[in-house]
Protein backbone atom coordinates (compact mmCIF):
# COMPACT_ATOMS: atom_id res chain seq x y z
CA UNK A 1 0.00 0.00 0.00
CA UNK A 2 1.53 3.60 -1.01
CA UNK A 3 2.04 5.54 1.82
CA UNK A 4 0.37 9.22 1.17
CA UNK A 5 1.46 12.06 3.64
CA UNK A 6 3.58 15.27 3.63
CA UNK A 7 7.30 15.64 4.78
CA UNK A 8 6.65 17.82 7.90
CA UNK A 9 9.07 20.70 6.55
CA UNK A 10 6.65 21.39 3.82
CA UNK A 11 3.85 21.29 6.47
CA UNK A 12 5.76 23.42 8.34
CA UNK A 13 6.86 25.82 5.63
CA UNK A 14 3.27 26.28 4.49
CA UNK A 15 2.17 27.50 7.62
CA UNK A 16 4.55 29.77 7.92
CA UNK A 17 3.59 31.11 4.96
CA UNK A 18 0.05 31.84 5.55
CA UNK A 19 0.68 32.96 8.73
CA UNK A 20 3.02 35.71 7.04
CA UNK A 21 0.35 36.73 4.40
CA UNK A 22 -2.17 36.75 7.23
CA UNK A 23 0.24 39.33 9.01
CA UNK A 24 0.83 41.50 6.29
CA UNK A 25 -2.57 41.97 4.98
CA UNK A 26 -3.61 42.99 8.93
CA UNK A 27 -1.03 44.95 9.45
CA UNK A 28 -1.20 48.21 7.83
CA UNK A 29 -1.23 51.30 10.59
CA UNK A 30 -3.85 53.38 10.86
CA UNK A 31 -3.30 56.97 12.14
CA UNK A 32 -5.16 59.55 13.89
CA UNK A 33 -7.21 61.83 11.57
CA UNK A 34 -8.81 65.37 12.81
CA UNK A 35 -10.45 67.98 10.38
CA UNK A 36 -13.02 70.40 9.91
CA UNK A 37 -15.76 71.26 7.42
CA UNK A 38 -16.74 74.94 6.27
CA UNK A 39 -19.31 75.94 4.32
CA UNK A 40 -19.40 79.99 4.02
CA UNK A 41 -17.05 80.20 6.56
CA UNK A 42 -19.39 78.09 8.95
CA UNK A 43 -19.01 74.74 10.20
CA UNK A 44 -21.27 72.25 8.16
CA UNK A 45 -22.94 69.96 10.57
CA UNK A 46 -23.92 66.16 9.89
CA UNK A 47 -21.43 65.74 6.21
CA UNK A 48 -19.91 62.40 5.13
CA UNK A 49 -16.41 62.89 4.73
CA UNK A 50 -14.62 60.41 2.73
CA UNK A 51 -11.02 59.56 1.94
CA UNK A 52 -10.54 57.44 -1.08
CA UNK A 53 -6.67 56.66 -1.55
CA UNK A 54 -5.34 57.43 -4.49
CA UNK A 55 -5.06 55.19 -7.22
CA UNK A 56 -6.86 52.43 -5.43
CA UNK A 57 -8.77 49.58 -6.90
CA UNK A 58 -12.55 50.46 -5.59
CA UNK A 59 -13.23 46.83 -5.37
CA UNK A 60 -10.28 45.76 -2.80
CA UNK A 61 -10.13 49.34 -1.03
CA UNK A 62 -11.73 50.58 2.05
CA UNK A 63 -12.75 54.15 1.87
CA UNK A 64 -11.86 55.93 5.11
CA UNK A 65 -15.18 58.07 6.64
CA UNK A 66 -16.02 60.15 9.18
CA UNK A 67 -19.32 62.59 9.82
CA UNK A 68 -18.90 66.55 10.61
CA UNK A 69 -20.14 67.44 14.33
CA UNK A 70 -22.25 70.44 15.05
CA UNK A 71 -19.07 72.39 14.86
CA UNK A 72 -17.80 70.75 11.76
CA UNK A 73 -15.45 68.83 13.02
CA UNK A 74 -14.88 65.03 12.41
CA UNK A 75 -12.59 62.05 12.99
CA UNK A 76 -12.09 59.41 10.28
CA UNK A 77 -12.47 55.51 10.79
CA UNK A 78 -11.77 52.72 8.05
CA UNK A 79 -13.63 49.41 8.71
CA UNK A 80 -14.30 50.04 11.93
CA UNK A 81 -11.21 51.38 13.05
CA UNK A 82 -9.82 54.80 14.20
CA UNK A 83 -7.82 56.64 11.70
CA UNK A 84 -6.63 55.64 7.95
CA UNK A 85 -3.37 54.80 6.64
CA UNK A 86 -1.14 57.08 5.55
CA UNK A 87 -0.94 58.43 1.47
CA UNK A 88 -2.61 60.41 -0.72
CA UNK A 89 -6.29 60.90 -0.99
CA UNK A 90 -9.33 61.98 -2.92
CA UNK A 91 -11.60 63.49 -0.23
CA UNK A 92 -15.54 64.08 -1.13
CA UNK A 93 -17.72 65.74 0.58
CA UNK A 94 -21.91 64.83 0.92
CA UNK A 95 -24.20 66.57 3.51
CA UNK A 96 -27.86 64.94 3.27
CA UNK A 97 -30.53 67.35 4.48
CA UNK A 98 -34.58 65.76 4.30
CA UNK A 99 -36.83 67.45 1.98
CA UNK A 100 -39.93 68.05 3.71
CA UNK A 101 -42.98 66.91 2.90
CA UNK A 102 -45.76 69.59 1.94
CA UNK A 103 -48.14 71.14 4.40
CA UNK A 104 -51.39 68.62 3.79
CA UNK A 105 -49.32 65.60 2.25
CA UNK A 106 -49.07 62.52 3.69
CA UNK A 107 -45.42 60.58 3.77
CA UNK A 108 -46.05 57.20 2.22
CA UNK A 109 -42.45 55.76 2.33
CA UNK A 110 -38.73 57.00 3.90
CA UNK A 111 -37.84 60.50 3.72
CA UNK A 112 -36.19 61.79 0.60
CA UNK A 113 -33.36 63.34 0.86
CA UNK A 114 -31.07 65.91 -1.05
CA UNK A 115 -27.54 67.03 -0.92
CA UNK A 116 -27.48 70.37 0.55
CA UNK A 117 -24.10 70.91 -1.76
CA UNK A 118 -25.92 70.10 -4.79
CA UNK A 119 -22.79 67.52 -5.85
CA UNK A 120 -20.68 69.86 -5.90
CA UNK A 121 -17.76 67.66 -3.72
CA UNK A 122 -19.73 63.96 -4.02
CA UNK A 123 -17.69 62.66 -7.39
CA UNK A 124 -13.89 61.58 -6.26
CA UNK A 125 -13.49 61.98 -10.50
CA UNK A 126 -14.20 65.74 -10.42
CA UNK A 127 -13.10 66.54 -6.62
CA UNK A 128 -10.70 69.24 -6.48
CA UNK A 129 -10.06 68.20 -2.92
CA UNK A 130 -6.50 65.70 -2.56
CA UNK A 131 -5.29 65.46 1.32
CA UNK A 132 -2.00 63.37 1.97
CA UNK A 133 -1.95 61.80 5.40
CA UNK A 134 1.19 60.97 6.97
CA UNK A 135 2.54 58.32 9.75
CA UNK A 136 1.26 60.05 13.17
CA UNK A 137 -1.20 62.46 13.94
CA UNK A 138 -3.37 64.20 11.09
CA UNK A 139 -4.40 67.33 11.96
CA UNK A 140 -5.79 68.99 9.05
CA UNK A 141 -6.20 72.21 8.05
CA UNK A 142 -10.56 73.13 7.23
CA UNK A 143 -11.90 72.48 4.12
CA UNK A 144 -13.43 75.66 3.31
CA UNK A 145 -16.79 75.24 0.72
CA UNK A 146 -18.47 77.43 -1.43
Known sequence: MPRVGFRLSTVSGLLALVCLLNISCSSE???????????NDQPLANATVAFHPKGANDLKTTTSTGVTKEDGTFTLTTGGKEGAPAGEYIVTIICSETVGVKKGEIATGPPETVDKLKGMYSDKSKSKITVTLVAGENNLEPFKLK
Do not use: F, S
Open 29 to 39: KYYPVKGKVLL
